[in-house]
């Protein structure tokens, strides 16, 4: 049992440190662009800081969204635990509001074309049918 | 100062004892504090003496003898209340239990012949003003005393029980009992309580019976009376303190003042106040009384209305409070005194509203000072004119109090009032006006003189404190943009605080914030986590009323759902 739990201890470990290093990798790229773009150069120690703040604040993120979810009694988290989550930051707020709308809207074409297709689907199938059928009849 | 000898110029019961105990032959080796006892008895018995009229001088050393056979009496019984068993205590405890119309000697602790002097059917002058006892006659103990003496240690036991019977039966002193020297004489003769003083107490004198009677070097009648008057004083909101308050000037200038302090009392609970108030001013009186012998009135009476408030602000140092509290207030409180300007007042009412309000983290050393600040400058503000004050000063605290005040009935709706200690003091300071309405109306008869500013700015004032309180923690100067911005970033800190109140709500979707809402507050803060709950901080940093309103298993009232 214990050796179980050392074991899954470990596992946990080697999969937080999977995603340390994945957000680390991710950091540097984006670091990397920025330097490109203002001509600065960006230390080691720097992206290595920066990406593990970026972890730990994606954690307590993470807590925070539960949080809120769990608090609109839903157990799922939403967009607007998201947008509460963002509500601090006024550009941030409203690129994700903005971001929400797009998605909103894609869902919704995707929904009506989705239905239509089918509709177009069921028409030609019977169509079809009603072609086969005069067809065999001629 | 019992020692002082009592004013009665003959010999009295006291006096004679004294002499007696003086020489007394240290016939109990098991009462080594039975010489103790009985000089301490001499300092309770000055009021008692008082009562008794002239004895002889036999009556006092059979008393003395009787005393000795009490102390071992005493020492057999387990009375939980009484710290220690002394003829002294037994004593008083027969005094203040002792019924009426009885017959006893209050004295006759275990005999009951003690005191024939204690037998004054009316002669009650004694200083305890709240006890009522009818001394009985004199004459039945005086015989009785010998033949009691004469069973030796081993019939304590028996004398107790004897006489505990006897207390239950209720009989009244008998000749027949004299005769007796067994135990027997002692039921039948005495109709003391001796278990329980403390409960025919109660019936008599409500506002004793919670505490157990302290000992000390005190003029407890006095303290007693004083003690009355502040609970009585606490009682009706309306009432002027100087009436009642035992040392009172009738000042002019101190009734408005009085009017600030008391509706908060009155509105918080007086009962809870009520004790909290006697059990600090019973604390802080004497020490007031020694520390300040020039103003013994205003800093006693400044003590009983800043207990009150301390008490009734649901604030941690309140609950902390306690004797630790007492020793910062009593420097400060001579110093303070000694100012008595514009300045102290306000601070006094920066430091009642801040503490009210409760600010983060830092309260219990804030309690401390705060209490300290605010008791020196109520020392300060009874002998000045509350008007000369800044007007935004009374204003505030006022409005902080009673907000305080209605916030424990408005508790479980509007708990962004409260808040939670740990949390940063909430939006009390922004929302003032929902809670201040309905508690202006109900505080009309205040004489008031709310300055412009105050009126015009309720926030400005609330964050006027908390700037103030700032500058005191900063235990240096400060410049006044300094305070200035503290203001400003106190103003930012709490609208946003209610802004994130007001979207939590809406984001369960309600109107109305809750104590839910103020949770996910905390926990965004870090002052609740997975290790601390919310019930846990309440019950660390709230007094204990809050408790039971806050934390669901503990105003459940042990009740199972479904019964099982």
């Known amino acids: 049992m214990e050796e179980d739990d050392g074991a899954e201890e470990q596992q946990r470990f080697s999969y937080r440190q999977r995603l340390k290093a994945a957000v680390h990798y991710t950091v540097g790229c984006l670091c990397e662009e920025v330097a490109l773009d203002k001509e600065i150069q960006f230390s080691k120690q720097a992206i290595a800081a920066i990406s593990e703040v970026t972890f730990r604040q994606c954690e307590n993120f993470a807590k925070d969204l539960e949080m809120f979810a769990r608090h609109a009694k839903r157990s799922t988290i939403n967009t607007e635990d998201v947008k509460l989550l963002a509500r601090r930051s006024n550009s941030l707020l409203k690129y994700i509001t903005e971001k929400n709308e797009e998605i909103a809207q894609f869902n919704l074409e995707r929904k009506a074309k989705k239905k239509k297709k089918s509709e177009d689907e069921n028409k030609n199938s019977t169509e079809q049918a009603e072609a086969g059928v005069v067809e065999s009849e001629n | ?564």
């Open chain 2, 1 to 564: 100062m019992a020692d002082s000898g009592s004013p009665d110029s003959e010999p009295t019961t006291r006096t004679l004892l004294r002499r007696v105990l003086d020489t007394a032959d240290p016939s109990t080796p098991r009462r080594p504090r039975s010489a103790r006892a009985g000089a301490q008895r001499a300092l309770l018995e000055t009021p008692s003496s008082r009562r008794l009229s002239s004895q002889t001088k036999t009556t006092a050393r059979r008393r003395s003898q009787r005393i000795r056979s009490i102390g071992k009496l005493a020492h057999v019984q387990a009375s939980g209340y009484l710290e220690e068993q002394t003829p002294r205590t037994l004593l008083k405890n027969i005094l203040l239990t002792a019924p009426e119309s009885s017959i006893v000697m209050p004295k006759s602790v275990v005999k009951p012949g003690p005191a024939p002097q204690v037998v004054q059917p009316s002669s009650r002058e004694s200083s305890r003003g709240s006890l009522e006892l009818q001394l009985p006659e004199l004459e039945p103990p005086t015989t009785l005393a010998p033949g009691l003496l004469a069973p030796g240690r081993r019939k304590q036991r028996l004398r107790l029980s004897v006489f505990q019977e006897g207390m239950d039966k209720g009989l009244p002193l008998s000749q027949e009992s004299r005769g007796n020297a067994d135990a027997s004489s002692l039921t039948s003769s005495l109709n003391l309580t001796f278990a329980t003083p403390l409960q025919p107490q109660s019936v008599q004198r409500p506002g004793l019976a919670r505490r157990p009677p302290t000992r000390r070097a005190v003029d407890v009648g006095a303290f007693l009376q004083d003690l009355r008057d502040t609970s009585l004083a606490l009682a009706p909101p309306d009432t002027v303190l100087e009436d009642t308050q035992p040392f009172s000037q009738p000042l002019v200038g101190r009734s408005p003042s009085v009017h600030h302090s008391l509706p908060c009392p009155s509105h918080s609970g007086a009962e809870d106040a009520e004790r909290a108030v006697s059990h600090r001013t019973r604390s802080t009186g004497p020490r007031l009384q020694n520390n300040s012998p020039g103003k013994p009135a205003q800093l006693l009476a400044g003590k009983a209305e800043v207990d009150a408030l301390a008490m009734n602000f649901p604030n941690t140092s309140s609950s902390i409070f306690g004797e630790v509290g007492v020793e910062p207030l009593q420097d400060g409180v001579g110093g303070e005194a000694e100012e008595r300007t514009e300045k102290s007042l306000s601070m006094s009412k920066v430091k009642e509203a801040a503490r009210a309000r409760g600010s983060a983290r830092a309260q219990e050393p804030e309690g401390h000072t705060q209490v300290t600040e605010a008791e020196g400058s109520q020392g300060a503000i009874e002998t000045k004119e509350p008007e000369g004050s800044s007007g935004d000063c009374p204003t505030s605290s006022r409005r902080v109090s009673p907000e305080l005040a209605s916030s424990t009935p408005e508790f479980l709706q509007a708990k962004r009032i409260q808040g939670l200690e740990p949390a940063p003091p909430p939006s009390t300071a922004v929302l003032p006006s929902e809670p201040l309405e309905p508690l202006s109306a109900r505080l009309p008869p205040r004489a008031r003189t709310p300055g412009p500013k105050a009126c015009q700015n309720p926030y400005k004032t609330g964050l006027s404190h908390y700037a103030k309180l700032f500058s005191f923690y900063a235990k240096m100067p400060m410049e006044k943009k300094a305070l200035e911005m503290v203001e400003k970033c106190l103003d930012k800190y709490f609208q946003h605080l209610c802004d994130d109140l007001e979207m939590f709500a809406a984001h369960a979707g309600r109107k109305t914030v809750r104590p839910e809402d103020l949770e996910l507050l905390m926990r965004r803060q870090g002052l609740v986590t997975d290790q601390v709950s919310l019930h846990v901080l309440v019950e660390r940093h709230l007094p204990l009323e809050y408790r039971q309103l806050l934390i669901p298993c503990a105003f459940s009232g042990n009740s199972v759902f479904p019964a099982q």
